[in-house]
């Protein structure tokens, strides 16, 4: 296994570790895997060979959970997402070209992490969101990716804004990722990121991820809808509390 792998025996068990938690996470909130991911992998493999695995393995468990969730999808707010996101993904591209990478990151976990305490300290009642409402968040959700690939977290936190049952949130967020890894795995195949250790890489965690993916699904579904929605918004105050910090002790180191 590590030679297929190519990691060493430590770096392996905390790979299936965080590949497990990763896959968990994905399961009972729709959203998260990569966060997870990236961040608990930071230091054992580099970036470049991160994003590749990570997406694929997103694709992976959003086609295992395709048939649990696809009669609770909002399909018309769903294709307005995706279709104002990629009209805007330039715009972040932009962005990415014109600052700094470092602080537009900064910037988008910031104002995550101050939006998900807002809403966690406060007793804000939900909202119901206008179409109007989904096309400027998907506008938003676009630029974001273009410009430091934080998609789902501003996804998830805008759908703890909205009163869409729990289901439906977390239905419509899997398809969303699934559409929009999909047309990423396709542009990081076509520029030969998928190499033999990455596919190998792939395959060999699939039995972590489904286990994983299935064991937080079992989770959600017994899940009071008031529970999930506050799990979401801690997971996303810590998946951005811990950025900010991970950042803060590369840049220190």
């Known amino acids: ?139 938003a959700i676009g630029i974001v990716n273009g410009a430091v690939a934080l998609s789902g977290l501003v996804l998830a936190l805008f759908f703890s804004l909205s009163d869409e049952r729990a289901a439906q949130m977390r239905a419509t967020m899997i398809a969303y990722l699934f559409a929009a890894d999909l047309w990423t795995v396709t542009l990081l195949a076509g520029s030969g990121y998928y190499d033999s250790v990455t596919l190998t890489r792939a395959a060999l965690s699939l039995p972590i991820l489904a286990l994983g993916v299935w064991l937080g699904s079992r989770h959600f579904a017994s899940a009071r809808p008031a529970s999930y929605r506050k799990a979401v918004l801690w997971l996303l105050l810590s998946f951005s509390a811990t950025g900010l910090a991970l950042i803060a002790l590369i840049e220190l180191a």
């Not at 493999?45 to 609770?72: K, Y």
């Not at 976990?109 to 179409?131: A, D, E, N, Q």
């Open 1 to 139: 296994m590590e030679d297929y792998l190519h990691l060493p025996a430590p770096d392996l068990i905390w790979y299936a570790a965080v590949l497990f938690a990763a896959s968990y996470i994905r399961g009972f909130s729709g959203f998260g895997f990569t966060a997870v991911f990236l961040t608990g992998l930071a230091f054992n493999l580099p970036v470049v060979e991160l994003v590749p695995l990570s997406i694929a393995l997103e694709v992976a468990a959003s086609s295992g959970q395709a048939r649990g969730i696809f009669r609770d999808v909002k399909w018309r707010e769903l294709g307005i997402l995706l279709a104002t996101g990629l009209v805007c993904t330039p715009i972040g591209i932009y962005f990415l070209g014109h600052f700094n990478d470092l602080t537009l990151r900064i910037l988008a976990l910031g104002l995550i992490f101050l939006s998900s305490l807002t809403l966690v300290s406060s007793h804000m009642r939900p909202l119901r969101l206008s179409f109007v409402s989904y096309a400027i968040a998907g506008s």
